[in-house]
């Protein structure tokens, strides 16, 4: 079992910024991509950006230049950086760990990122 757990996130002017966290711990064999979805009130949960074991990036094109996804393997753990937030970014953010070798994708509980006008 693997538990993916988030933080970092809370209320922010537009503008500001906040580093998102997500830790993956338990029965970890090898944890292949790691990313960061957002679900925000009545829409469909979209993907922010994804980092890959050897560390290929993509990301949505609403945050490119702005975010920046980043992992640290020995911790089995992925960041978010998020700058220059907009209102629009308000949403609850999900981390996940996808392994290969067990065909699953682990889910965190969510953290809430508010950006006020």
């Known amino acids: 079992q693997v538990q993916v757990v988030e933080s970092g996130g809370g209320l922010v002017q537009a503008g500001g910024s906040l580093r998102l966290s997500c830790s993956a711990s338990g029965s970890i064999f090898s944890i292949n991509d790691m990313g960061w979805y957002r679900q925000a009130p009545g829409k469909q949960r979209e993907l922010v950006a994804a980092?890959?074991?050897?560390?290929?990036?993509r990301y949505a094109d609403s945050v490119k230049g702005r975010f920046t996804i980043s992992r640290d393997n020995a911790k089995n753990t992925v960041y978010l950086q998020m700058n220059s937030l907009k209102p629009e970014d308000t949403a609850v953010y999900y981390c996940?760990?996808?392994?290969?070798?067990?065909?699953?994708?682990?889910w965190g509980q969510g953290t809430q990122v508010t950006v006020s006008s």
């Open positions: 980092i890959t074991s050897t560390g290929s990036t």
């Open positions: 996940k760990a996808s392994v290969y070798s067990l065909m699953q994708d682990y």
